[in-house]
C-alpha cells in the first residue's frame, strides 16, 4: 500500500472511530447519575428478598476493591421455601475486574462445571433475551448450584465475555480520552437443588431473571431529570 493509501485509510478510520465514540457512549451518559440496582425491588411476585452485606459478594468474586462500582447481594425466597441469592454489579467505568465470569470464581472454590449452555429467554413483555445457564457440583459432597447470569450494557443484554472484554478495552481507551469509560452490569443468579427440585427453581430462576433485567433495561431507557 502506498504512503497516499496509508494515510487515506488512517484518516478514515480516525473519523469512523470520532463518529462512533458518541454513540458508543451515549447509552453510559444516559444512566451514569442513577442507582439502577436500588430500582430492585424485595417483593416480585411470589419471591421476597432480605438484603445481605458485601462481604458475601467480596468471598464469592475474591476482590476486596469496588471502587468506581455499586453493589446488590440479596438473598430471595418464596413461598415454597426455595431460596435464590441475586449479586449485581454495577460498573460505572466499565473497566472493573469484579465484572468476569462467575466460573473463575466457582472453580477457585472447589465447584466444578456439570453443565454449560446459553439459553433463550420470554420476558414478561415479550421480548427476548439470552442468558447463561451453568451447574457446579461441590468437589467434596453432594451439593450442586445452579446458577444463571449475563451481562446489561445499556439495553443490551449480553452473555459473551469476549464481548464484555472488548467493551472494557473500548472503555480504557474512551476513559484516557474522554475521562470516563461505558457502564456494565454483572447481573448474577443462584441456588442450591436437588434432582427433585431443579426443574422448578431453574423455571421460576429464569421468570425471576428476566423480571429483573426488564426493570434495568427500563431504568437504562429513561433519561436522566
Known amino acids: 500500500m502506498s504512503q497516499k493509501r496509508e494515510l487515506i485509510a488512517l484518516g478514515l478510520i480516525a473519523l469512523a472511530a470520532g463518529l462512533l465514540l458518541p454513540v458508543f457512549l451515549m447509552g453510559e451518559l444516559a444512566t451514569k447519575e442513577r442507582n439502577l ?85 420470554a420476558s414478561a413483555d415479550g421480548s427476548l433475551f439470552r442468558l447463561n445457564r451453568l451447574l457446579y457440583r461441590k468437589r467434596a459432597g453432594p451439593d450442586a448450584r445452579l446458577d444463571l447470569y449475563a451481562y446489561i450494557m445499556g439495553e443490551r443484554v449480553v452473555t459473551s465475555e469476549m464481548e464484555v472484554r472488548t467493551s472494557q478495552v473500548w472503555s480504557l481507551l474512551t476513559k484516557r480520552v ?17 434432582m427433585g427440585d431443579r426443574a422448578s427453581l431453574e423455571t421460576q430462576g429464569k421468570q425471576l431473571f428476566g423480571t429483573i433485567v426488564e426493570i434495568l433495561r427500563a431504568g437504562a431507557k429513561e433519561k436522566p431529570g
Open 178 to 194: 474522554l475521562g470516563r469509560g461505558r457502564e456494565i452490569i454483572f447481573l448474577d443468579l443462584s441456588g442450591d437443588v436437588t
Open 37 to 121: 440496582l436500588g430500582r430492585i425491588p424485595k417483593e416480585i411476585g411470589q419471591w421476597r428478598g432480605v438484603d445481605l452485606p458485601r462481604p458475601f459478594i467480596t468471598q464469592f468474586l475474591l476482590i476486596s476493591d469496588f471502587s468506581g462500582v455499586e453493589t446488590l447481594v440479596r438473598e430471595y425466597r418464596n413461598s415454597e421455601g426455595q431460596i435464590l441469592w441475586l449479586m449485581a454489579v454495577h460498573d460505572l467505568e466499565g473497566t472493573h475486574r469484579a465484572v468476569k465470569n462467575p466460573q473463575y470464581s466457582y472453580e477457585n472454590q472447589g465447584w466444578y462445571v456439570l453443565e454449560r449452555g446459553v439459553e433463550s429467554w
